[in-house]
């Protein structure tokens, strides 16, 4: 089946630093989906990317759909302690398997103030 | 918009106890919703896909007959642990497409299960 690679596992990090992480995909998805969880909550979406070469923003969070659509990144500018916690990318095919995601194993943030 | 609930958001039982767990999108209809399970330190495993009116399907390795799952309504679903055992102590997320949309899901809290 379809596999994800996400990567780095973690990361510690200065306040203010910029952060980027990335997954790819043995096989193509069609969607690409990047959530972030916090302790003893569930995933909170942070951005939706519907095509190839997408490129989205979410104030300081950029997120790109990768031309073969088997890659996604997600980068974080001047991060704040606030952005502590993991991030999961997922993929998705719509229509697909009713549309499952499939999530990476999730990259943990640390900031230090 | 897009608000997912969960009850209990946790709950302690006995081995051998059933326990209900309930997922509510509150402000969209969904007609599919998911329950995934996540132990410590580990990403989200898909449990099962639930769709309104219709029987769920279950992911290979996940017994159907334990985990119980209802999706009566367009804004509720519900997976009951059947005869819960230690292991069974997890994390439970679930989560809600909402009906016309492309694959953006949105979770619940979670409820954290215990079995003692």
């Known amino acids: 089946g379809q596999q994800l690679n996400q990567s780095p596992q973690s990361m510690f990090i200065q306040e203010g630093e910029d952060v980027s992480m990335n997954c790819t995909s043995s096989?193509?998805?069609?969607?690409w989906l990047w959530y972030k969880q916090e302790p003893g909550e569930g995933p909170v979406l942070l951005i939706a990317l519907y095509k190839a070469g997408e490129l989205t923003s979410n104030g300081r969070l950029t997120a790109q759909f990768g031309i073969t659509r088997k890659d996604s990144f997600l980068n974080i500018s001047a991060s704040i302690p606030s952005d502590v916690g993991i991030y999961f990318c997922a993929g998705s095919n719509y229509g697909g398997s009713q549309g499952n995601l499939i999530f990476g194993k999730g990259t943990k943030l640390s900031v230090k103030p | 918009g897009a608000v997912v609930s969960q009850h209990p958001s946790w709950v302690i039982c006995k081995s051998g106890t059933s326990v209900k767990i309930e997922c509510r999108s509150l402000d969209f209809q969904a007609t599919t919703m998911f329950w995934y399970r996540q132990f410590p330190k580990q990403s989200l495993m898909l449990m099962a896909t639930s769709n309104e009116g219709s029987k769920a399907t279950y992911e290979q390795g996940v017994e159907k007959d334990k985990f119980l799952i209802n999706h009566a309504s367009l804004t509720l679903s519900t997976l009951t642990v059947t005869s819960a055992h230690p292991e069974d102590s997890s994390f439970y997320i679930c989560s809600a497409r909402r009906s016309g949309s492309y694959n953006e899901q949105f979770f619940g809290p979670g409820t954290r299960l215990t079995v003692l």
């Open positions: 096989s193509i998805f069609n969607t």
